[in-house]
């Protein structure tokens, strides 16, 4: 079994910046790729940003130049630097890892980022 913390949310501040973290335990033996999601209220869940286990990463037009995305693979961690937040950012993120060896995906139990209008 995996498991996945997620921590770093909170209340910020229009074009303040956080970072979130996500860190993996358990039966872990490689890692295809992870994923940041969120879900604004009243909204389907979208993909954020997605890095892969070779570094590449893709980016929703929407956080593109403001958002980061990267990982510690020593640390099985993924983060999430938000920089220049706006209210239309405000949601629940939620980290996603995709196992190899078809060890399964998981969610985090998700952190909630706020930025008031």
């Known amino acids: 079994q995996v498991q996945l913390v997620e921590s770093g949310g909170g209340l910020v501040q229009p074009v303040g910046s956080l970072r979130l973290s996500c860190a993996a335990s358990?039966?872990?033996?490689?890692?295809?790729?992870w994923a940041w999601y969120r879900q604004a209220p009243g909204k389907q869940r979208e993909l954020v940003a997605v890095?892969?286990?070779?570094?590449?990463?893709k980016y929703a037009d929407s956080v593109k130049g403001r958002f980061t995305i990267s990982r510690d693979n020593a640390k099985n961690t993924v983060y999430l630097q938000m920089n220049n937040l706006r209210p239309e950012d405000t949601a629940v993120y939620y980290c996603?890892?995709?196992?190899?060896?078809?060890?399964?995906?998981?969610w985090g139990q998700g952190t909630q980022v706020k930025t008031p209008k």
């Open positions: 996603n890892v995709e196992l190899g060896a078809r060890g399964g995906n998981y």
């Open positions: 890095i892969t286990n070779g570094g590449s990463t």
């Open positions: 358990g039966s872990i033996f490689s890692i295809n790729l």
